[in-house]
């Protein structure tokens, strides 16, 4: 019997989202837990499988699954080891492995920006696409590159780090989570954006709307809101910041030549303020051959599906 | 019966050297005409084929040929065709398709630096690697990337154009052939090391050996030779030149996560006077988890050899 559904789990430092997804991408059934309820990742893969099951059971059976894709921050492809996250409560676990045994069928992990690709892939705005570049801007920058149909893992399953790409090597350029200095997330995602405009408002003395705001909250949507309002300030942020992006998509397309980029995330809710800027500084970094060929498109799933919706696309493969 | 050699054709803008190649890569014979002598392709692909018969004929037919691989300048290896090769007689031609006809068996094409990752995986310092990238360092920067032991050619087959990321966005970046300004191959190329060499004697009035020599005519052997000499100044432009490459090696490798990176070229005479600093900048700028980690390696093939060997090489795929 051709297995129609599949699982497809999403592990967040929050919460950790479950859903039952058939070939076409229809979201069945979903059910959560809060991640960081289970500092043993026993009981925390047990009480997922009983909450799998509540919702298992009414459609039919385990038998019906084909696998478990599961996107995990850090997860590795190769080994099935979630390593080193430093938001979810299990530092080093054999994590895809004690998945496959508790359900009884195979799970694949990987990280959540591939898992995203993936889901762009089979029922997005990559379907039918071979060579692409997802990139999810939320607080971090995540990349999933995808080469003749197959995503990028390298040599050591951690390939796609596009994020950590340095767009500036001077010594006052920012710091980065990882301990960098100049990474592209610190400029080009939403953290970014407020980082930006924190900088600007407290440097400068440009009349801006941002400027009655709460420096330490202050969003990407709050600089979005602006900008809608013809703040002057709030649109060079997101000029300033599509640019570096885009000057970044040029190199990466010199690297893999992909049909289209990709975008997903908090920053994408920004349309065309950051699209434009982004758009431009990469086809004025392109070789001549590139220029205006490459295709720089939003994600077209529903955000409240996309992260499971990747994940289960590893259980197809 | 097995097919036991291959041909392997060099197309440079001087000389294109066509050899006879077995499986373990050596060159039993080999022949060459001069490009530039050619202006009619079809004049070019008929002469090449006489003078192949002539170095073929002694060892047996055509027939113990499994294919022929050519590595040309703007090759493109999905439509076969030569596309807009500046320093070659044919701007766009069906080349593969010319010599598969005249020579009765396959001819693929790739651009050299391709040609030459294959080589390096095929008999190189690269046998065996699934994941590496291949830097040649000479007039440019080339590059090769290879995958999952596959070429990277991406959606439109050009794929690999690391030379042209751009490793300074500022107005006075320096300019490059193909347009853009602050190529990596206008820092970090022979060609890079002799544009830094000259920057130096001009605008300082530091004491060099470089001082003595024609400015217009300083290649990167004369600042190597200096290096050795313990001139400063040539010391500190490799150190210039090195830290643009290891910061740039720091970006693909966040990409693509290779075992190694193999550099071949003119540039790579300079032994540890230019992997040194590029070693150092690659792993400061490299993410925690790929610190020192990731092989950086001279190419081990006889540089005379090496061009026909890469190009051979895709004739076994």
Redesign the interface.
């Known amino acids: 019997m051709e297995k129609p559904y599949v699982l497809g789990l999403d592990i967040g430092g929050t919460n950790s989202v479950l859903g039952i997804v058939d070939a076409r991408g229809q979201v069945l059934g979903r059910t959560s837990i809060k991640t960081q309820d289970y500092r043993d990742i026993n009981v925390y893969v047990k009480t997922l499988y009983e909450e799998a099951m509540k919702i298992i059971t009414p459609i039919g059976s385990l038998e019906m699954f084909r696998g478990i894709g599961a996107g995990v921050p850090n997860g590795n492809y190769y080994t099935g080891r979630i390593e080193?996250a430093m938001n979810l409560p299990w530092q080093n676990a054999p994590f895809a492995e004690m998945m496959s045994k508790q359900f009884g069928i195979h799970c694949t992990i990987t990280n959540d920006a591939n898992a995203a690709a993936m889901g762009e892939m089979t029922y997005g705005a990559a379907k039918g696409m071979?060579?692409f570049i997802m990139i999810t801007l939320g607080t971090g920058v995540g990349s999933g590159?995808v080469?003749?149909g197959?995503i990028?893992?390298?040599?050591?399953?951690?390939?796609?780090?596009?994020g950590?790409?340095?767009v500036n090597?001077n010594q006052d350029a920012r710091l980065c989570n990882?301990?960098?200095r100049g990474c592209l997330e610190t400029y080009a995602s939403a953290t970014g954006v407020s980082r930006s405009a924190k900088e600007i408002v407290t440097t400068t003395n440009e009349p801006t709307l941002l400027r009655g705001l709460d420096l330490d909250k202050i969003t990407s949507k709050d600089v979005f809101d602006a900008a809608e309002k013809g703040d002057e300030v709030a649109k060079r942020i997101f000029d300033y910041t599509g640019t570096i992006l885009g000057?970044s998509f040029?190199?990466?397309v010199?690297?893999?030549?992909?049909?289209a980029i990709i975008l997903f995330g908090g920053l994408t809710k920004s349309g065309h303020w950051i699209m434009d800027p982004v758009v431009k500084a990469m086809n004025e970094?392109l070789?001549?051959?590139?220029r205006n060929?490459v295709k720089v498109i939003f994600s077209d799933l529903k955000e409240s599906d996309a992260a499971v919706l990747g994940a289960s696309a590893l259980a197809w493969e």
Chains 1, 2 share one sequence.
Do not use: M, R
């Open positions: 080193g071979k060579n590159i080469i003749d197959k990028v893992y390298g040599h050591d399953g951690f390939a796609g780090e596009l950590h790409t340095c090597h990882c301990g960098k000057q040029a190199d990466f010199h690297f893999s030549a992909p049909e970094n070789l001549p051959l590139w060929k």
